[in-house]
């Protein structure tokens, strides 16, 4: 390779926006009907106003209690569902409201494993269909080419050759699984949203389909959005990590920083209750008191504040905006 060509690949890197992924001020709300005529009676503010960025190459994990907006904003983000405000910047362009041939070609570069590996498998196609299928949609390739980059995908998720002839249900969940990452592979997209990838798998088999995915992670270069609730799985996963609590985002930092220091009273108690490895090492359990508020009528303020040990008055009226407190640690809360 000349130099020509290195300064022009240098300077089409430098082009390159940092943040592969930009979330800014996004919702998603889903209409409640009622009454004889079905008409929309109010709100379920799955996703309300939140913002982050997903730098190349890295992963951000998302975790929260079930029902918190996780996968919702994982689908959002993907386009499966509409963004009902915000902004969606993928590589520098805005995809909140392209459709159509414009939504296809940026598929291409977003894929996602989702979290019932049996459920996302047609059970009536051979696992070879399944994964050629994205490839045959995208490309004009032969029946031959075809056939040869599905069997270098099975082995790339560690799947022998014979998997490409058998049908879903005579694998294992954890195989099943591979099957799933080596779908979202086929296209070499750029990012992967991984919705709770390794929650219906057996203990045994979750820390080898982790393992894969930071394997593949470094080979294909992807970057990943990793949703979770379980904090052990999401601190070994991730580079930063961002915490959610009925549709806001309440925190983000690295994983070493959150871990170690979290700031806002949910995080703390999230990290509380982590199992200690030493049953020697007594913990203190923060405990929460109450239940999470409907997501169709959210409290006034701060939507943590009717639980939190440590509300004050300012608290249940002005909601509190995400803000740096601390170098890349951001949090929302009126106690900083």
């Known amino acids: 390779m000349n130099t020509d060509t290195i300064h022009k690949n240098d300077e089409k890197q430098s082009s390159q926006p940092e943040n592969l992924l930009e979330i800014q001020n996004l919702k998603t709300y889903y209409p409640v009907k009622g009454g004889f005529f079905k008409r929309t009676i109010g709100h379920v503010k799955a996703v309300d106003n939140i913002s982050f960025e997903i730098k190349r190459g890295e992963t951000l994990g998302l975790v929260g209690e079930s029902g918190c907006g996780k996968s919702t904003a994982g689908r959002t983000i993907l386009r499966l569902l509409k963004p009902t405000e915000g ?4 590589e520098g362009k805005n995809i909140t409201r392209v459709s159509g041939k414009s939504l296809r070609e940026i598929r291409q570069d977003m894929q996602m494993v989702f979290q019932d590996p049996y459920a996302s498998l047609n059970p009536m196609q051979m696992v070879g269909d399944i994964i050629a299928e994205p490839i045959y949609n995208y490309s004009k390739k032969s029946k031959a080419e075809l056939k040869q980059e599905v069997m270098d995908l099975l082995e790339k ?10 049908y879903a249900h005579e694998f294992s969940g954890g195989q099943r699984q591979r099957i799933g990452i080596a779908r979202a592979l086929a296209l070499r997209p750029k990012l992967i949203i991984a919705d709770e990838p390794v929650s219906a798998l057996d203990v045994s088999v979750q820390s080898q389909v982790l393992n894969l995915l930071k394997d593949l992670q470094e080979e294909f ?5 990793f949703i979770a609730h379980d904090l052990s799985v999401v601190k070994h996963m991730s580079d930063r990590i961002g915490v959610m609590y009925l549709g806001n985002m309440v ?4 994983k070493n920083s959150l871990y170690a220091e979290p700031l806002h009273p949910y995080t703390q108690a999230l ?6 490895p030493d049953p020697r090492q007594k913990k203190e ?7 999470v508020p409907s997501p169709i009528n959210p409290p006034s303020g701060c939507p943590f504040h009717p639980r939190c040990p440590m ?3 300012e608290c249940t009226k002005q909601k509190p905006a995400l803000k740096e407190v601390k170098p890349s640690h951001r949090v929302a809360c009126h106690l900083y």
């Open 157 to 166: 998720v560690g799947l022998p050759p014979e998997a490409y002839f058998k």
């Open 271 to 276: 990290i509380s209750a982590i199992p200690s």
């Open 311 to 313: 509300a004050m008055e």
């Open 251 to 254: 925190e983000i930092a690295d």
């Open 87 to 90: 902004s969606i910047l993928f």
């Open 285 to 291: 359990r923060i405990i929460l008191k109450g239940d």
């Open 221 to 225: 270069e992807l970057t990943f959005l």
